[in-house]
């Protein structure tokens, strides 16, 4: 998968981080003492990407190299640059590059760069970029890079970039099917299904299609789908004439749900609206709510002989 290809490359990235971290700190320690010029103050920068109300945007995986979040999300990345002596708290700023497109921050150009000045004590300092959002579904990706000011300079800080975060934007995607009674699907009025016709005396009930979309099959949906059931119109307006919850459950990144069965309908014109809404398991996989079209359904006016469902 393309998510764990990137994680592959950025848990090598990192090993040269580290690697590169230690080489200066090696270098940092042989030349204490030496000549003040050889001096150095080794900074790390870590980064997470935030939701609006600061929480932290679930982890991809369990090694948090890359995050995930709900279609339209607002987020925003804390970086946080500690020092390895916490007698020398960081000064100067972050520079913060965000992407969008990719999860590589591998533009030649960054769509927006933003720097912003940190602050802190006892050897870390943090800074938090802008917001950016709501973002659509797909690829993201933010880079935090420490700029030391003069003073900072002064005591050995160096630029240090931070590993490239991953943000991969989820969209959950819901449809809908009328279903007789027996399981069967109502007649589609055109292709796309865009409505369904049934005849006079039909019991329906609703089946809702919950998929994880672009989060892959790593994340079934669970939660509730709340059906709403409207008489006398086809476009889900106004009150509905039932509501009723059901519980959504699948695998593979695709979970069912289904509304109970109807009274044996009377000709005239009728129309379901389904909501998914996330559990607490599904917010903790990146998913967020959705909602499927409006479905339409045309009960006949029964001409000739009575269809047997
Ligand atoms: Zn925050």
């Known amino acids: 998968m ?56 679930p982890c ?16 925003h990345d804390l970086a946080t640059v500690t020092s390895a002596d916490p007698r020398m708290t960081p000064t100067g700023s972050v520079a913060f590059a965000f992407y969008t497109g990719t999860a590589e921050c591998n533009l030649v150009r ?3 760069l933003i720097t912003v000045p940190l602050n802190g004590s006892g050897g870390t300092a943090t800074a938090e970029s802008a917001s950016f959002g709501p973002l659509d579904a797909g690829d993201y990706s933010f880079r935090a890079i420490y700029q030391p000011d003069a003073a900072a300079k002064a005591l050995g800080f160096r630029t240090t970039p931070g590993n490239c975060e991953q943000l991969l934007i989820i969209k959950v995607e819901a449809s809908t099917l009328i279903h ?22 039909s ?31 086809l476009h889900c307006g106004g009150r509905p004439a039932s509501v009723e919850v059901a519980v959504a459950a699948g ?25 998914y809404t996330p559990d607490a398991a599904a917010i903790a996989l990146g998913l967020g709510p959705a909602s499927a079209n409006c479905e339409q359904l045309e009960v006949l006016d029964n001409q000739g002989p009575v269809p047997t469902r």
């Open 60 to 75: 991809a995986a369990q090694d948090c190299l890359g995050q995930v979040a709900p279609n339209k999300s607002v987020v």
């Open 180 to 201: 007789f009674q027996d399981g069967l699907p109502v007649p589609c009025v055109a292709l796309g299904c865009t409505g369904q016709v049934a005849p006079a005396g």
């Open 251 to 275: 695998t593979n990144g695709i979970a069912y749900a289904e509304s109970s069965n109807t009274a044996p309908l009377a000709p005239g014109a009728y129309s379901y609206k389904a909501i």
């Open 110 to 112: 960054p769509a927006t």
């Open 2 to 57: 393309k998510f764990d290809r990137f994680s592959e490359i950025f848990q090598r990235r990192q090993r040269l981080w580290v690697a590169a971290l230690g080489l200066a700190l090696a270098l940092g320690v042989a030349g204490a003492g030496a000549s003040a010029y050889a001096q150095t103050s080794a900074a790390s920068i870590t980064t997470q990407v935030h939701l609006a109300d600061h929480t932290p945007a």
């Open 203 to 233: 019991v329906v009930h609703d089946v809702a299609i919950i998929s994880s979309g672009n989060g892959g099959p790593g994340r079934t949906p669970t939660g509730t789908v709340t059906f709403a059931f409207f008489v006398g119109h």
